[in-house]
């Protein structure tokens, strides 16, 4: 168990809806990652937020959007969802910013159907 | 594209033998390079890192090794055990920002 979690593990939804993923870092830990992982695309790194700013930014579409809040949770919001968004959305983090050892949460299923 | 790539998908190896994974990367400005370890229905762990200034690094088990004239990376696993299962993803890092750039996986099955 890395300490981080992340809700909901499943979800299934249809195109052109929105959806909201949210996580909780370890605690402690002061920064988030979020990762998206399909099988044609691989796991790759959307955005990072390091004390409730965002620090970098990935292959994040305009459809998606995240922040991270005072208490550090952190929410992936993805908007206007396509077939191919389907994947498995992975939080990470870590107590500096930019570290290269991260704790992967499980992991959110999205289906969209 | 993507510079981090691995050579095989797939590795089988009998329990007990020495398992290596092998990965080729084309960004010569990479700071770290970093293993992963992706168990089913996991999330990827963390396994080793090794600096871009180092040849060789050994963990518990595991040996990383970096070549950086023909940009290899390679993980070896001593003693491969049926929980050494997994995807194995190679990742690099640069600047400050940290962000991890992985590579597309290869899956170990370890025969028992």
Known sequence: DSGVTQTPKHLITATGQRVTLRCSPRSGDLSVYWYQQ????????????????ERAKGNILERFSAQQFPDLHSELNLSSLELGDSALYFCASSWE??????????GTRLTVT | GESVGLHLPTLSVQEGDNSIINCAYS??????????KQESGKGPQFI????????K???????VLLNKTVK???LQIAATQPGDSAVYFCAETRGSQGNLIFGKGTKLSVKP
């Open chain 2, 57 to 63: 690094r050994q963990g518990q088990r595991v040996t």
């Open chain 1, 97 to 106: 910013p930019g570290a290269y050892e991260q704790y992967f949460g499980p």
């Open chain 1, 38 to 53: 399909s099988l044609d695309q691989g796991l790759q790194f959307l955005i990072q937020y390091y004390n409730g700013e």
């Open chain 2, 72 to 74: 290899h990376l390679s």
């Open chain 2, 48 to 55: 080793i890192d090794i600096r871009s200034n180092m040849d």
């Open chain 2, 27 to 36: 960004n010569s400005a990479s700071d770290y390079f970093i293993w992963y």
